[in-house]
Each structure stands twice: as structure tokens, then as C-alpha cells.
């Protein structure tokens, strides 16, 4: 799994065996089209009309020349790859959580509903401040991973590497899924 956050040391070679997935609108940042080539799946969990207004307008085009799946929060006709998250099914393997802070969050989950037992993580720092609400969430989905048996390796240097059981959420009815429900940061689950 590949976020955004940047860094001067390379993308690792990976296996053509091995799974490569990016998310949000990554490739039209600087070098983005390079350093997510070969991505065999994406995630944009957000509805439509957030993804044509926000600053990189030009990703539903550029997905719309995507030949591997990306997971929106609906399947959408003019998207033929589109591909409607598995919000239910997640849900249900996790008892009904709603701890979904960020598009880490999502890919995490979904890769334990689709069996995969080891990851990697890239460019997933979340140093920014603007970012620190979906630490203790990614924290909370990599601890269901350690409880699965699911093996996770950072591969740069990221809050998320902490001790994943420090300060567990605690979400509350007011507070809204990411993506689904709101991208509105102040009405997310936030860490005391």
C-alpha cells in the first residue's frame, strides 16, 4: 500500500507477484504517474462529486483510463472499472465498526475481509498535522491485523509504527465515516 507522503527514498522494487495498491489522487501530484505505476488496485473512498470538485478535478478522467479496479463508495456506470467498496461486508466481519478516519483505514480492512495475510506499508507518515486524527484509527486497524494473524511492515518512517494499542479509540455516535458520510475532518473520530 502506497500513501502520499513524500520522500526521498525510492518506492521499493516489488515482486510482479505481489499486489500494489495507491489511493485518492496521488497521481497528479509531482512524480505521481511514476511512482504508482503498476498499482494493481486503487481506492478513492469518497462519493463522486468530492472527487470532480476537489483541487485535482482531473482524476475521475484519469480513472476513467484506469485498467484495474477502483473502490468508490458506489459502483459508477461511466467508471468502468469502478467498483463499490464492501463497506456491509467489512462491517460485519468487524461487529459494526464505523472507525474509518482515512483511506488507510479502508484498504486495511479490506485486505483482511479479502484474506491477504501480510502488507507493506509506504508513505504513510502522517507526520502532518492536518493528518493526526487518522493515527489512532490507522493504529486501531493495525492492531485487527496483529489479532489476525496478519503480518505488517512499515517501509518508511510513520506514526502509525507506535504501539498500535496505546490510547484505543473510542468513537461515538456523532462521529462520521470518512468518505461515506462526511470529508469534513472536525466531525471525524479524534484521539483525546
Known amino acids: 500500500m502506497i500513501g502520499g507522503a513524500g520522500t526521498k527514498v525510492p518506492i521499493p522494487p516489488i515482486d510482479p507477484a505481489q499486489e500494489r495498491w495507491g489511493l485518492n489522487n496521488l497521481t497528479a501530484g509531482p512524480g505521481g504517474s511514476k511512482a504508482f505505476e503498476g498499482c494493481t488496485r ?23 483510463r484506469f485498467t484495474i479496479p477502483v473502490y468508490l463508495c458506489e459502483r459508477h456506470a461511466d467508471l468502468p472499472t469502478s467498483q463499490a467498496y464492501p463497506l456491509a461486508e467489512v462491517q460485519e466481519m468487524f461487529k459494526g465498526t464505523r472507525l474509518f478516519s482515512s483511506s488507510l483505514d479502508y484498504m486495511l480492512a479490506a485486505a483482511m475481509l479479502w484474506g491477504f495475510t501480510e502488507i507493506e506499508l509506504y508513505r504513510f ?36 509504527a507506535h504501539d498500535i ?7 461515538e455516535a456523532h462521529h462520521l465515516m470518512y468518505g461515506f458520510e462526511t470529508t469534513d475532518r472536525a466531525r471525524l473520530y479524534r484521539s483525546r
Open 165 to 171: 494499542k496505546a490510547h484505543p479509540p473510542n468513537p
Open 125 to 160: 507518515r502522517m507526520g502532518n498535522p492536518s493528518y493526526r486524527h487518522q493515527v489512532s484509527s490507522g493504529r486501531w486497524w493495525l492492531d485487527q491485523c496483529f489479532k489476525r494473524g496478519v503480518t505488517v511492515k512499515h517501509l518508511s518512517a510513520s506514526r502509525l
Open 42 to 64: 486503487w481506492f478513492d473512498v469518497h462519493h463522486k462529486e468530492h472527487i470532480v470538485t476537489r483541487r485535482h478535478a482531473n482524476m475521475w478522467g484519469a480513472y476513467q
